[in-house]
Structure formats: C-alpha cells, structure tokens
C-alpha cells in the first residue's frame, strides 16, 4: 500500500501487498533460508582489528590470575576496572601477535551488538549486507570457519539475552565484561571470574604508580586505600585529586573524615561519595571558575555511555554557561573545560562522545537540590533539542541521541512537564514513533497524556497535545478502536481551552483531523476518509496557500486514498504533485521520497510494473541514504519493490527476499507491529506463486 505523509514527517501504514491478491496466515512454520543481494569490494588483510579499544590508564594495576578460556565473563560492580583489565588483555594478545583478529563491541544493548558484528563481518568478507542482522549472522559464520586466531571482547553487556543467538563460536577467544551473575552466563564451557576491589597491596602499588614522582605525597596510601574499600576507581578519582591538589595521602584521609561526618549510616558509601566530592570541588577551581561543575551537571543527567560532544559544546550548553557564570566560550573553550575533567577522572573523553560513570553521574546528583535539579535537566534537554536530527533515522548518531533523551527523562522528566512543558518529552516520543517503535511511543505519551491531566487539567493545550499523540501512536500500534476514543476525546475537550490558545489549537485540531482520515482509510472507510480530507484540503488552501507544508501533505494523501479507491488513476496527480514539493521541498525531504514511493506504486498498478520497479529501485537507494536501511519508509519502499519483482515473472525471488525483509522487520519493529504481518502475507503469497 502507499504511503501517507504526516506535515513534518512521513508514516508507514503498509498493511498489505500493492499488487495481486494476498493469502492471509497466522503464521509461517518451518526455517528460513534467507538470501540477499549485497555490494563486494575486496575483504581486508589479516591482522586487522575492529573497534575501538579503551586507552588503559595511565597507572594500570594488572591483576593476578586472569588467564583467558574459550570464554571468559569477567563479572563485577561498577568501578572494579573490568574494561581495563579486558583492554590491557586484549592490547597484550594484539601486540604479542597471538590473534590476527581483535573485534572489540561496546555490547550495551542488542542493536549495538548486531550493527558492530555487521561492520566486522563487511570488513572481513568486502560485503555490505542490506540487513544488519544478516551481517551479524555472516560474522559469527566466519569466525566458526577460519583457522586463524581471534579474539572478541562484548564489553559492557547489560542484559545476557541480548546475546541469543550472538555468542561467538568455539574456536576462538571471547572475553565479556558485565555486573551481571545471570544463570544465562555459566555453562557451555564458559568461565566466570568475579573481579573484586583491589587487595590491599594492589590498592597500594596502584597509588605508588600514581604518585611516584612526588614520593612526599605518598605519606598515609595505606590509610586511603582502607578509607577507599580498594575500589579501582576511587581510587583513580583520589590519585588525580592529589596529584592535581598537590596534596598527601595523609592530607586527603584528613579531608574525607570531615565529609564524611553526619553521614554514617552507610561508612562505605559515605566514604565513595565523599571521594568523589573532594574531585569535583576540585573540579570547580578550574578556568573559568564554575564552568566545569555546570558541564558535570549537564553530563550527570544524559547518557553514561556516551555524550556527543557536540550537545556538551553545543549553542545552548554555552549560552547556559555564560547566563550562570558571565563566561562567553567557544566550543573550543567548552572543549578544554571538558579535558580538565578528563585530567581529573570525572569524564573520559573517547573520540567524538564524553564518557562519565553512573557513580560519579549519581554523585554528582547526590549534591543537588531541587532548583540545581531542575536547571540541569532543562539544560540538557535544551542542548539534546538543538543537537536533535532534522531526519529521523536509525543509524547510530539517531540512536544515541535517542538514548540520552530516554536517559534525561528517566533522571527528572518530572522537571520537563507540568506548567513549565519543554518540547524533549514530544521530540523524543516523536522520534520513537517514526523509527518504527510504535509500542514505545505509545506508552511514552500515554505516561505524559496522564501526567499532565493531574498536574493541568483535561483541558489544558499541553495535555491536549498529549493527547492527540496518544491517539495517533494507539493508532499506529494497531488499536484503532483506542485510537478513535482518544480523538473523540481529544476534540471535545479541544473546544475549551482558554482563548489564548485557541489560534494554535485550531492547527493541531486540523492535524488531528488529518490523522484521524488516515486511521479511517486503514480501517476500509476510504469514502469517510476521502470526505474528510477534501474538506480539510479546502480549508488549508483558503487560509494557509497552495504550497503550505500541510496543505501539502493533506494533498498527498488526498491523492493516495483516490488512488486506493480507484487504481491508477492518479498518476497525472501525482506527478504534479511531485513537481510542486521538489520545488517546495527538495529531492530528500521525507514528503518527496513518500510522494515518489506513491508514484511508483500508482505507475504499477496503471501497468506499468517495469516503470515501477525502476523507480523503487532509486528510491530505495535513495532513501537508504537519507534515512537508513532500518527505517520504517525504507523497509516499505523495499517491500513494494519485492512484490514487483514478483508479478514481474520471478516469484522464487520475491519470496526468498520476503524472507530477509520478514527478518529485518522482526528484528526493527518487533512481533506486534502490523507491518510484520503483512510481510507474513507477502511471504504466503509469493512462496505459493512460485511453487504453481
């Protein structure tokens, strides 16, 4: 089916195949044989190594006994230094030639995983496979086959389920790190060592590496290893302070006693926390005073995996500064700023992203009241707006934008609600939605739709706005029936709003009724549909002009639900419509390439399926580029383009390609998602047409 366009964005509403009939199943029993067409280009040479591995610090305390097996899981709290002691081990494997092959995989979620094994695997094979998770699968097929030496470090794994199906095989080297015990990790040959705080001893050899060139600091180590429980990293965090402060170890338990009374509850914790105040007291002497407490602040509420710098040195983070300090820095000046808390271990700085540990994220906020609290949040959400991509994508630059926005909320949505709303809670509900996460979208509004009728009212224009996400997520999720009571709600209570409002309330109600016309077409009610956005088509022209971005899209999907009613019979409309947003818009803007996927599915169904498929093919070039290959649109567009290549006389292809198409959905979209199951359909179709 055709695509419809939203006036900022463009949504997927396939729920079928284009061309010819469907076969509808419950289900598909039985493996798959998943085959795909992929770019060559010549493989790399062996010793290669992929990924980036960790700088081991400065003052590296190896530990004793940490001899790898087949796999090695090196399982330990936060701040035992378990990256570090995979990193030394990887760098010494790699530089004593004992692998030809290091893969190193920052493992914190599935997807991360999946996307490192796909870029190893082009490496090694010279074949960009369409689908990440083919990619994967292609890795882990040449590491079973290859004679050669390798090792794999999954650093950082948060859930062992996100390896299903991901463990490397068994003739080579994996080494794991994780704060996980999971039963999932044990077995299969697998060996678990937990690794622990220092020992005493190695707590002071440590400190004496840290300290050796000014040995009168060293006065009092014991004491601050026994004050510090030996944990790796406060232990960093105090060698850093010292060095910096100029000051012993004698001097600096000193110190910490008087943090730490009034706290005694928890001795150890009072202790940690009282380490990490010392460093960013420390922090805040450097030039310009105050800066990099605030760039902490800011840091302390995002991602613990990675920060773009971009959104630490961004216009807001520096127009924020200057507002609490009188400082006006450049982005180089924030970037020195930011090397000051790398020299004091507060941030690592890795490349394009900061790097900060949810201990000293945690400490930080432990300091905070409600007002330094809210200023912080709110800076941070100003700076991931402005750093936020024009496009909606899946690539990694979207993905970790969306992490740290699911990260800010989680630290203090509450401070972005209410009456003082800010626009992060839309964008990134916004954003999950138009990645193909409709689910999550869903239950991201639905929690801010709630949130605000307690603290505003039903009939406040934040709530309201709220609402009408509501609806159009339930919708896209499959609940329409949900979806038309939320609307129904959503316009009665739209007529009540205070009359300052009324002016933008009139524009989202004509987006609502937008929405709402395209809810009815997936439902079968095109004529209800097709009356609804007439009226509306008439309105925007009248008050807002032809080439209006939402008279346009209104036009749009006018012209696809004409189309749908009757077959081919839009084609001279969607050509002039084209013409208009290539004039309006440009080539890559969502609303083109959803106009030119429309017109090539109106150009096959008027009998010109070869016509067709040439456009899809470009499009799908096309919009792989702008958007990614795991997009909503692009997985769309690739299934038009498979059902042409069926009625274009090779079935047997369409569906071996439905295959990988199903898998990539279920891996993007999930089970749930309506789209999977019509790829189930086209599957259906296509296998029974190439058997006859």
């Not at 060139?213 to 004491?223: D, I, S, T, V």
């Not at 009034?262 to 805040?284: F, R, V």
């Not at 080539?587 to 008027?606: G, I, M």
């Not at 359909?681 to 296998?687: D, N, S, T």
Request: with cysteine; net charge negative.
């Amino acid at each position: 089916m055709p695509d419809e366009v939203e006036p900022l964005s463009v949504q997927n509403t396939v729920h079928g195949d284009v061309l010819g009939d469907n076969v509808q199943i419950g289900y598909i029993a039985g493996d798959f044989t998943l085959h795909q067409h992929s770019a060559t280009r010549p493989p790399a040479e062996l010793p290669l190594q992929i990924g980036v591995v960790p700088q081991r610090a400065a003052s590296f305390q190896a530990r004793p006994g940490l001899t790898p097996s087949r796999t090695t899981v090196l399982s330990g709290m936060g701040g035992v230094g378990k990256t570090q002691l995979a990193a030394d081990l990887a760098q010494r494997m790699w530089s004593g030639r004992e692998v030809n092959l290091l893969v190193w995989v920052t493992a914190g979620t599935r997807e991360a995983v999946v996307s490192a094994y796909a870029e190893a695997a082009a490496e090694l094979t010279g074949r960009d496979d369409l689908g990440p998770e083919k990619g994967a699968r292609r890795l882990l097929e040449w590491l079973a086959r290859t004679e050669e030496p390798w090792l794999v470090v999954l650093d950082d794994l948060q859930d062992p389920a996100d390896l299903a199906g991901l463990w490397p095989p068994g003739n080579g080297l994996v080494l794991v790190t994780t704060r996980r015990r999971d039963a999932a990790l044990l077995g299969d040959g697998r060996q678990v060592v937990d690794v622990g705080v220092f020992s005493e001893h190695e707590g002071l050899t440590y400190l004496q590496a840290v300290l050796g060139g000014q040995p009168m600091l060293l006065h009092g180590a014991a004491e601050v290893v026994r004050a510090l429980g030996s944990l790796p990293l406060a232990l960093a965090q105090a060698g850093a302070y010292m060095l910096d402060a100029h000051l012993s170890c004698a001097d600096y338990v000193a110190r910490l006693g008087k943090l730490r009374r009034g706290n005694a509850a928890d001795e150890h914790l009072a202790t940690i926390a009282a380490t990490w105040s010392l460093s960013m007291e420390q922090a805040e002497t450097l030039r310009p005073r105050k800066v990099a407490a605030l760039l902490l602040d800011i840091a302390s509420v995002l991602s613990p995996n990675g920060i773009p710098l971009d959104v630490l040195t961004g216009p807001s983070v520096r127009e924020y500064l200057t507002s609490r300090t009188g400082y006006r820095l450049d982005e180089a000046g924030v970037r020195d700023v930011l090397a000051g808390l790398h020299r004091l271990s507060l941030v690592t700085l890795d490349g394009g992203e900061a790097r900060i540990h949810a201990l000293v994220q945690q400490a930080t906020r432990d300091t905070w009241n409600v007002k330094q609290e809210k200023r912080s949040v709110r800076a941070a959400a100003d700076a991931l707006v402005d750093a936020w991509p024009a496009l909606e994508s899946m690539d990694e630059r979207g993905q970790v934008i969306r992490a740290n926005g699911t990260a800010l909320v989680a630290a203090g949505g509450t401070h972005l609600e209410g009456r003082d709303t800010h626009l992060l809670p839309f964008k990134l509900g916004s954003s999950l939605g138009l990645c193909g996460l409709v689910a999550e979208a869903r239950d991201h509004f639905e929690r801010l739709y709630h949130s605000s009728v307690q603290s505003l009212g039903p009939y406040n224009y934040f709530t309201l706005i709220q609402l009408s996400s509501l609806a159009r997520w339930r919708g896209r999720s499959g609940d329409t029936a949900g979806a038309f009571a939320d609307y129904d709600r959503f316009f009665a209570a739209a007529t009540r709003v205070r009359r300052s409002d009324r002016a933008e309330m009139f524009a989202d109600v004509m987006r609502a009724r937008h929405d709402r016309a395209g809810l009815l077409a997936e439902t079968g009610d095109l004529t209800g549909a097709i009356a609804e956005l007439e009226q509306l088509l008439a309105t925007h022209v009248e008050l807002f002009g032809p080439d209006d971005p939402d008279t346009l899209a209104v036009q749009h999907d006018l012209t696809n639900l004409r189309g749908q009613a009757t077959p081919g019979s839009q084609l001279a409309e969607f050509e002039r419509l084209l013409t208009d947003q290539l004039r309006v818009y440009g080539p890559d803007h969502p609303q083109t390439l959803a106009t030119r996927h429309n017109l090539a599915c109106e150009r096959a169904e008027s009998g010109d399926v070869a016509g067709g498929h040439a456009e899809l093919r470009q499009l799908l070039t096309d919009s792989t580029r702008v958007l990614g290959a795991d997009h909503p649109k692009t997985l769309s567009t690739r299934s038009v383009l498979l059902d042409c290549v069926g009625h274009l006389g090779d079935p047997a292809r369409a569906a071996r390609e439905f295959e990988q198409l199903l898998a990539d959905r279920l891996r993007v979209l999930g089970p749930g998602h309506p789209d999977v199951q019509a790829t189930l359909e086209g599957l259906a179709f296509w296998r029974q047409q190439a058997v006859r």
